[in-house]
């Protein structure tokens, strides 16, 4: 029988959210840049209501900041915040690696080394940042999945935007790619070998050498 299910159109403030939200990632809005919604509406060729709702959105995730003079500006780290953000993933995600080790099963564990692989292989392309920052993401995401705790992975995920735009920041520099996978490896290798504790102290190293690596970023700019 054929398929007559209507596809609901994707709502303008949506893609405005995304199309923003890329922008941001992609560095064409550059941190501390003013954000003009008549601008953006006109650019668009829409009205204002839907960038306005897609603002609203991106303020709550963290992308965007609107001052007491509704002023709208990306994001732009400091020092403090980005300790702040890092201190809760160390907090949270070591633990659940070290639930994750006691609860994965053979299909999730090959799962991951599956994932370590092609990460490698798209390392050895030259496949591009998006693709490398996609697959770190991916890893990070299926450890907090495969810990069926429902509430610890709520908690991250109320940082994911900020989070990943942290990746994007924390690839640049001589051999990250390569220095993240490796951290990766070293974390499913006590998965693998069923040890926990060590799989915790992994990850937690891991979110320290990225925290390191952002800072000395940000000093430099």
């Known amino acids: 029988m054929p398929d007559h299910s209507i596809q609901k159109p994707i709502p303008y403030y949506e893609q405005f959210y995304h199309s923003i939200k890329q922008m941001i990632f992609s560095g064409e809005f550059k941190p501390g840049d003013r954000i003009n919604e008549t601008q953006l509406a006109k650019s668009f060729n829409v009205s204002k209501s839907p960038v306005r709702e897609a603002i609203r959105v991106l303020e709550r995730e963290g992308l965007l900041i609107v001052d007491d003079k509704s002023k709208v500006r990306v994001y732009q780290p400091t020092h403090k915040d980005v300790r702040e953000i890092y201190q809760c993933r160390q907090a949270l995600e070591p633990f659940a690696v070290a639930l994750t080790t006691e609860r ?114 940000l000093s430099q700019t």
């Open 104 to 217: 994965a099963n053979d299909q999730q564990i090959g799962e991951l080394e599956q994932l370590l692989q092609e990460t490698a292989v798209a390392i050895q392309k030259e496949n591009t940042a998006e693709d490398l920052i996609n697959l770190n993401e991916t890893f990070h995401l299926k450890l907090v999945t495969y810990c069926e705790n429902s509430r610890l992975q709520k908690q991250i995920d109320d940082l994911h935007s900020l989070i990943y735009l942290f990746r994007v920041y924390n690839l640049t520099g001589l051999n990250r790619a390569k220095v993240i996978l490796e951290q990766h490896q070293e974390v499913f290798k006590y998965i693998k070998a069923q040890d926990k504790q060590k799989a915790a102290d992994a990850m937690f190293r891991h979110l320290q050498s990225d925290l390191d690596h952002l800072l000395m970023l």
